[in-house]
């Protein structure tokens, strides 16, 4: 009897224990800019450069104002201003707009793809000026918690910022595996990881948020023992000795 006592008191503390440690948060687990942890190379910020699939709008301004009224009128209203505009590159890398036919604007940035459709447009008017606008620009964040679609608000974003928009992840989400699925120049999906707790992410490929970007956090194996109640605090509890009870009854049988 004695033995089973002591086989019981042995599986209660494993039990407990390894509960117990699994339900645990550590800063180490949670706090963001950790000297340790994976290095990153260094990777200077880039202007986006146009994609297939990608949609841009522009508008003209000239002093041609029967041209400009027409022209603006055409590409942001269409049957009493229900459509606005939007320009997808297609697989040929062209986009196609109203009076100047299809323009080459893949791999080009905003301002190299303004300057192409300016010249483009300046054939016909000469004083035009274009402006050019990214439509999707925007990026995704898919999670237990949270999921959406979030404006990218400037040129260089950052992930920080991306997280001071959509809220710190909570414990029970892998902040050492999140993942990035981005989209090279031919629009295929390439699937990125990396550690969001280094400090060494900071200026590498993973620091800027790109267009189109989708931001993957997985759920941790500590999310299935964390105890977030009273109750759970007693099942979690009640739980080993079950088991223990049960196995001792065994062993006694």
Known sequence: ?????????????????TVLHSSCTSPKTTNLLQDKGPLYAAKPFEDYKLQINDEISCSILTSNKDFSDVFNGVVSNEIGGARSSSYPIVETGDISIPFFGEIQVLGLTIPEAEEVIQNKMRQAIPDAQVKVFLKNNYYYVVSKQQNGRQNIYKDNMTIFQALAINGMPGPDLELEKVKIIRLDETGRSII?????????IIE????????????????????FFRIN??????????????AALVILSFRIN
């Open 1 to 17: 009897m004695k033995k089973g006592l002591k086989y019981f008191c042995y599986c209660l503390i494993i039990g407990l224990t």
């Open 192 to 200: 990125k990881e990396f550690d969001l707790r280094a400090e060494s």
């Open 204 to 223: 590498s490929e993973f620091y800027y948020i790109k267009p189109n970007d989708m931001i993957y956090y997985s759920t941790s194996k500590r999310a």
């Open 229 to 242: 109640s009273v109750t759970g605090l007693i099942a979690t509890i009640i739980a080993p000795i079950t």
